[in-house]
């Protein structure tokens, strides 16, 4: 068992009043009573009890966190350790649940995460879930902030990245390069907030270079696997006829890999034959045979950002009437390699 502040008390010669005082940085105590009950601590190597602190202030120092799948790439998993990172420096465990685009999942982890009594939550929210979660949330007066996606009808803060611009960024590029008939390759979570947006950024770089010609490849079948998704969309698509593009834009990255394997099998070269650009920049996209051109998100700093906006919120940095939520919209980023 570990040393307690009875423990420190005792081998300083102080009360266990002073101890505490000194160890959460209260005033009225000397520095020299201070500096000996630090260095007794540190001896003793004592750890606090977080889930007693939590009590006397009436926090549970926990947060919810929900997703949508940890396992479609490395975007969740780089953005859950800006957040994890933040909410450990500050004494916050953090509790995480994965929806997998099932709108009635996100309600029940919500309704969890409540009955928990958790401090706030951080959440990328799936396209027609009923927004009466989030009306609970306000009510309970347990903020939470959107990362990635947001969802109409609720007024929250909002971490997301320029997903028009970065659809924008990836067509232009095959544009610059010669490439007049690009595609895109959608995702099975269509439709969200994100991906509406990069249709948008796609569509409208065609427009402005006047290229009319514009098409979206998917499937009916809304199988998780991403990867699998673009494999079966491009081998589908290339068995109702022959090669009529040159570019591929997918959505993600897990996507362009995907259509990778599926052109490559189909005797298609890559970039020579077809040009791919995906979206995330996954850690594995620079170890393919031919490294992957994309647009890379800061993923960590979304997470640090949003843990950190939600830190305030609990420390009852509220918004009042006539103030405004944050909207943090950060910047994507091209990442050319070989694929194009």
Known sequence: MGATLDDIAAKVGVSKTTVYRALNGKDRISSDTRDAILAVAKELDYRPNILASGLRSKRSMAIGLIFN???????????????????????????????????????????????????????????GVDIGC??????????????????????????????????????????????????????????????????????????????????IISLSDKTLDQKKYGYMAIKNYLASGPLDFTAVFAINDSLAIGAYKALVESGARIPEDVAIIGYNDDEMDQYLDVPLTTISQPKYEMGKKSMELLLKRMNDEVVKAGDTYENMVMKPNLIIRKSC
Request: charged share 25%.
């Open 69 to 127: 799948d940890l396992m479609a790439g490395h975007f969740y998993a780089e953005i859950f350790h800006g957040i994890e990172d933040i909410a450990t420096q500050n004494n916050y465990g953090v509790i995480l649940g994965c929806t997998n685009g099932i709108v009635e999942k996100e309600k029940k982890l919500i309704n969890l995460f409540i009955e928990r009594r958790v401090d706030g939550i951080i959440v990328s929210p799936t396209h």
């Open 134 to 215: 989030y009306l609970r949330l306000k009510k309970e007066k347990i903020p939470f902030v959107f990362i990635d996606r947001r969802i109409d009808g609720i007024d929250t803060d909002i971490i997301t990245t320029d997903d028009f611009m970065g659809a924008y960024q990836a067509t232009s590029h095959f544009i610059s390069l010669g490439h007049k008939k690009i595609v895109l390759l959608n995702g099975p979570e269509y439709p969200c907030s994100t991906i509406e947006k990069r249709i948008e950024g796609y569509t409208t770089a065609l427009k402005n270079n006047g290229i009319k010609d514009n098409k």
